[in-house]
């Protein structure tokens, strides 16, 4: 399949697969992914946004607003406990899906993650900047401040990772996103405790996020210390630097990460990290895509340009991009396990055709 015929499927698959009410159904073909995360569809929107498909991404970032209007009782609920330094369950704090129509989900899925509201704050200013539209900021206020006093308190707690795994450790990719929103929202609006915050968080990746010259997968606290807790890479270390600019492209951390990256996880595409058990740990088109996007802000646009080539190459007859493929799997074993479990990975995943659209108009 050619690029552009690959771009045109791709936002067709994107606006087919949106919700009247404004939620990107994470796979329409993958039962387990039959709902809208707020860190997926956040990168959805974004991709539209540059596509010039503004009113799907308005209409899912009015979703969230939708979403999170009523949560008011419930995070102030948290913010009284974390106060009073009570324990909080995983299961009390704010989900990390919901169902295509708003409803929360009552599964046991994942549940307390914080990166999709961070990313959710970036992708909001994002479409502001992209569109002019400074009117919805005012129209999805209550549900902005709800994300902000919920990220001001919590962003520094223990929770899944943005695979849903390692719920007992913080992670820099986590970190990164809610850097990101509420430092895109401060310039926005010019908001001295969000800025101020973010720096804050900033100067804890830093100290405490790194081995060896380079950032980490996860950390945790022991004896009051911070110190790394999975010492390895993870591909989603890549937004660290894109889109939430915790450091820039050529910073020498960055630089160090990335080489360990490509060390540990490069093929033809890129795989998530090196323990990777979920159907036998392919390669992403998603993270390939990041890889590539991450090469265009270095300049490396050979690199970048051999990432879209790889992801295009991997689309089925019908232009379906999958979520990963199995060409070089870290655990072959567990391939056929987890397909037994849950049928073939899933196709197509809207995130991988969003990352495909973003890196794509990273290289126009």
């Known amino acids: 399949m050619e690029r552009d015929s690959l771009i045109k499927t791709s936002i067709s698959l994107i606006k087919w697969n949106q ?43 009015r979703w969230v607003g939708r979403v999170l209007k009523d949560k008011r009782a419930q995070v102030n609920l948290l913010i009284q406990k974390h106060e009073r330094k009570e324990w909080i369950d995983r299961s009390e704090f ?24 961070g990313a959710w704050l970036w992708g909001l200013t994002e479409h502001v900047r992209l569109t002019g539209n400074q009117a919805i900021l005012e129209e999805l206020r209550d549900s902005i401040e709800i994300t902000v006093d919920y990220l001001m308190t919590f962003w520094h707690y223990p929770n899944f990772d943005c695979w849903e795994e390692y719920p007992d450790y913080v992670h820099p990719a986590t970190l990164a996103c809610v850097y990101g929103g509420l430092k895109a929202l401060g310039k926005l609006e010019h908001r001295t405790e ?19 010259g380079r950032f980490v997968k996860s950390i945790h606290c022991v004896n009051e210390v911070w110190q790394p807790a999975l010492h390895g890479v993870d591909a989603s270390l890549l937004w660290l630097s894109v889109p939430f600019g915790v450091c820039e492209a050529d910073d020498p951390i960055m630089l160090k990460t990335v080489q360990a990256i490509e060390a540990d996880l490069k093929h033809g595409g ?26 265009t802000k270095l300049g490396n646009i050979e690199a970048a340009q051999r990432a879209l080539s790889w992801i295009i190459s991997q689309a089925d007859s019908l232009g379906r991009l999958p979520e990963q493929v199995a060409d070089s ?28 659209l973003v890196l794509s108009d990273s290289l126009q």
Request: hydrophobic residues 40%.
């Open 329 to 356: 799997l870290r655990e072959p074993s567990a391939h056929a396990e987890w397909i037994s479990k849950y049928g073939e990975p899933a196709v197509p995943l809207l995130w991988s055709h969003a990352m495909f």
């Open 270 to 295: 890129i795989q998530r990290y090196v323990e990777d058990r979920y159907f036998g740990g392919g390669e992403w088109i998603l993270l390939t895509a990041w890889y590539g996007w991450y090469q």
């Open 94 to 117: 704010l989900g990390t899906r919901y169902h295509l129509d708003g409803r929360d989900d009552a599964s046991e899925w994942g549940h307390f993650q914080l990166d999709g509201y």
């Open 194 to 212: 969000l800025l101020e915050k973010a720096a804050m968080i900033k100067a804890f990746i830093l100290s405490h996020c790194t081995l060896d």
């Open 19 to 61: 919700h009247p009410r404004g939620g990107y159904i994470a796979s329409p073909l993958f039962p387990t992914y039959a709902y809208s995360w707020l860190r997926d569809g956040t990168f959805i929107a974004n991709a539209m946004d540059r596509v010039h498909e503004a009113e799907s991404a308005a209409l899912f970032y």
